[in-house]
């Protein structure tokens, strides 16, 4: 089976930087997805990691070290519309991927 | 493209009625999954589907679920008999493989009264 933890809520300021964190135990891992999902609406795709290291894109970057198992999401310059849930999702071998319960962010002013 | 289609976006019955979700995938994309997310169990696979043919279904949470993949565009989840605890936002998603980045249908929101 797999394990995912997230921490459930966080608080950040407009503008400011915040690292959402994910840890996992799985077999087979083939790659870690962060989904955004606003209150009432689909996921939305934000990165993919398979090997170890940062993925930056934007705003927003991805990182992967394999041996700890471990993940974390990094949304620089913060805006309101960042408000959001950030959910981490361990791809397996299998093509199956698991999500964590995800992270509720709110960005304040 | 227009992205995954689903349908109903939103279905309200009472418990015991049949129930049947639709998604369209996009075009061309091998893998299908269906999910399910409640408040309290957050966003589960139930069964996802590659070229067609079912690959794992160990999620569907009892045989009261059922899903099928005719052909490449079209698949349905279906409930039979429908409880109130079915009650939740059933998610279709497509990608391009096993790895691919995964694009997420509208949903449709069930209430079983």
């Known amino acids: 089976g797999q394990n995912i933890d997230q921490p459930t809520e966080m608080t950040a300021t407009e503008g400011a930087i915040v690292q959402i964190n994910c840890t996992y135990q799985?077999?087979?891992?083939?790659?870690l997805f962060w989904y955004q999902q606003h209150a009432g609406e689909a996921p939305t795709f934000l990165s993919y990691?398979?090997?170890?290291g940062l993925e930056e894109k934007g705003r927003f970057s991805s990182f992967l070290s394999r041996s700890k198992g471990y993940s974390y999401l990094l949304l620089k310059e913060l805006q309101m519309k960042d408000s959001a849930s950030y959910l981490c999702?361990?791809?397996?071998?299998?093509?199956?991927?698991?999500f964590g319960d995800g992270t509720t962010l709110t960005v304040k002013p | 493209d227009a992205g995954v289609i689903q349908s109903p976006r939103h279905e309200v019955t009472e418990m015991g009625q049949e129930v049947t979700l639709r998604c369209k995938p996009i075009?061309?994309?091998?893998?299908l999954f269906w999910y399910r997310q409640t408040m309290m169990r957050g966003l589960e696979l139930l069964i996802y589907?590659?070229?067609?043919?079912?690959?794992?279904d160990s999620g569907m949470p009892e045989d009261r679920f059922s899903a099928k993949m005719p052909n490449a565009s079209f698949s349905t989840l279906k409930i039979q008999p429908s409880e109130p605890r079915d009650s939740a936002v059933y998610f279709c998603?497509?990608?391009?493989?096993?790895?691919?980045?995964?694009?997420f249908g509208p949903g449709t929101r069930l209430t079983v009264l």
């Open positions: 990691n398979v090997l170890d």
């Open positions: 998603a497509s990608s391009l493989a096993q790895t691919g980045e995964g694009f």
């Open positions: 799985t077999s087979g891992f083939n790659g």
């Open positions: 589907f590659n070229n067609n043919v079912p690959i794992d």
């Open positions: 999702a361990v791809n397996t071998n299998a093509g199956k991927s698991t």
């Open positions: 075009s061309g994309h091998d893998y």
